[in-house]
């Protein structure tokens, strides 16, 4: 029999610092956790710790606590996103593969090309929305992200046929797009073209015909989940589910023909509806 393998103290206490360290948020592992000793401080940078950085729960208010916290702590004189975001991206050391900014707080383009020299390994990017001056430049960086999966966007950028024709030259394994807007015939055309083997495509709240969501359903033969929840300008008919039969995940719940617009004034319903819910104001408002 060979010698019993001996585990020392402090891996099993790395271990368990590790497990506790990954549950954490970036607010954190960048404010609190480093400045407890010095063995939290180097387990707390340990890149495995930082793959996911997600910007979208933290106050990053100049006057916010985190912030106040992090200036005080690094002893900056101001607190800038853009500094915090180069932080997190030092800790991450090229390992982030998950990046999410707020729609509080988005990113300036300059904030996006560092992040695109600094996460080359980056699957999954939530972009809330990119300044219309800055749409071009953001093409640019697009092929420093070539392990690029998904890409979620809260408004769909002017130039949505040229960033999908970047993503189909650059990124391989692309398979994941949510955005929303207004979906024209060249936006559904771009799709089609570019990234016809994308499997994931969400559209909710979007406005689309019915012509733009048959040519998405025909040209794009691999997607395996469609979502156009709540989007205004077709109805989803027979003919439209037989053309969706063979999607895995159809969702189109709330997708309508034209916005009803509410008529508050004459609609006994309605105002039935406001009682119910204002009742106390409107008894109020009635004395
Ligand atoms: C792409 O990444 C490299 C570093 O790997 C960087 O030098 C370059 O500026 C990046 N490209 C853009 C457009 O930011
Ligand atoms: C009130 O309702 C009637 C009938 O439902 C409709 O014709 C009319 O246009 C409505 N009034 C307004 C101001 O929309």
Redesign the pocket.
């Known amino acids: 029999m060979g010698k019993p393998r001996i585990t020392t103290w402090e891996d099993l206490h790395l271990d368990c610092v590790f497990i506790i360290f990954s549950k954490l948020g970036l607010d954190d592992l960048t404010a609190v956790i480093p400045f407890v000793c010095k063995s939290w401080f180097q387990a707390s940078s340990h890149p495995s710790l930082h793959k996911i950085l997600d910007f979208t729960l933290l106050d990053l208010n100049s006057s916010s606590p985190l912030s106040k916290i992090l200036s005080s702590q690094y002893s900056l004189h101001r607190f800038t996103f853009s500094g915090f975001l180069k932080l997190a991206m030092a800790l991450s050391n090229g390992a982030a593969d998950e990046l999410r900014f707020s729609a509080l707080f988005p990113p300036s383009i300059e904030v ?3 992040a ?3 996460c ?1 390994s980056l699957k999954t990017l939530f972009l809330p929305r990119i300044n219309f001056d800055d749409e071009a ?1 953001f093409l ?2 697009i ?2 992200w070539s392990d690029l999966e998904c890409l979620e966007m809260e408004s769909k950028p002017s130039n949505l046929g040229e960033m999908v024709k970047q993503i189909g030259a650059n990124c391989g394994r692309f398979r994941g797009l949510k955005i929303r807007g207004s979906i024209d015939n060249a936006d559904a055309q771009g799709i089609v073209n570019f990234l016809p083997k994308i499997e994931s495509l969400d559209l909710s709240g979007s406005r689309m015909r019915r012509e733009e969501a048959l040519a998405i359903l025909d040209g794009c033969r691999e997607l395996k989940r469609f979502t156009v929840r709540d989007c205004v300008g077709f109805e989803v008919d027979d003919e439209l589910q037989r053309r969706a039969a063979g999607i895995e995940l159809f969702e189109f719940e709330g997708c309508r023909a034209e916005e009803k617009f509410r008529n508050f004034i004459n609609h006994t319903e309605d105002l039935d509806y406001m009682l119910m819910h204002y009742g106390d104001c409107f008894e109020l408002w009635m004395l």
């Open positions: 996006l090309s560092t695109s020299a600094a080359p430049r640019d960086l092929p420093n």
